[in-house]
């Protein structure tokens, strides 16, 4: 099998130098698999504020599960990948409540999705789907309306393997 190679950006310092920060909170999100940069042994761990420090994208959109449309605002799932230097050509994401999906790497350039740290300013309660959400821009584009692309929406995201 072929790896995809995720192209860095420029930010990607803790892909070329394999090391990344230590939290200084909670731990919310662990990343591991082909990654090159790590801070725990192989995998690299994120608090808030490392999730927060890595440039944010915005957008607003309607969901399958909410009201209405909501301000959604978090690092690009692309961003997210090149930081930690990650190279495979699929992810698995983990949820809190035992959810899983596999996401082809290429949906992170084809479509501008986030990692939701926030919903219309505040931070994401785990009830309300938080606290990390991996977002596509559903009214964007018609072809994120399909019930594939909606499986691949994953909320209480705790954990991602790359492969």
Do not use: C
């Not at 986030?114 to 977002?135: F, H, K, N, S």
Request: proline fraction near 6%; charge should be negative.
């Amino acid at each position: 099998m072929l790896a995809f190679s995720i192209p860095h950006t420029g930010l990607a310092d803790a892909a070329e130098t394999g090391t990344l920060a230590t939290p200084s909170g909670p731990v919310i999100l662990k990343i591991e698999g082909e990654v090159t940069a790590a801070n725990f042994d192989d995998e690299a761990h994120f608090d808030r504020a490392m999730l927060s420090a890595l440039p944010q994208h915005e957008f607003t959109t309607g969901t399958p599960w909410t009201e209405g449309t909501s301000h959604y605002r978090g690092p690009l799932m692309r961003t997210l990948l090149e930081h930690v230097g990650a190279e495979g050509d699929t992810i698995n994401v983990a949820a809190l409540n035992g959810y899983e999906a596999e996401i082809p790497t290429e949906d992170f350039y084809d479509y501008d999705v986030i990692l939701a740290l926030e919903r219309d300013g505040q931070t994401i309660p785990i009830r309300e789907y938080g606290p990390l959400w991996v977002l596509y821009p559903f009214d964007h584009d018609e072809a994120l309306l399909s019930e594939r692309m909606r499986f691949r929406a994953v909320w209480q995201v705790m954990h991602i393997h790359v492969h």
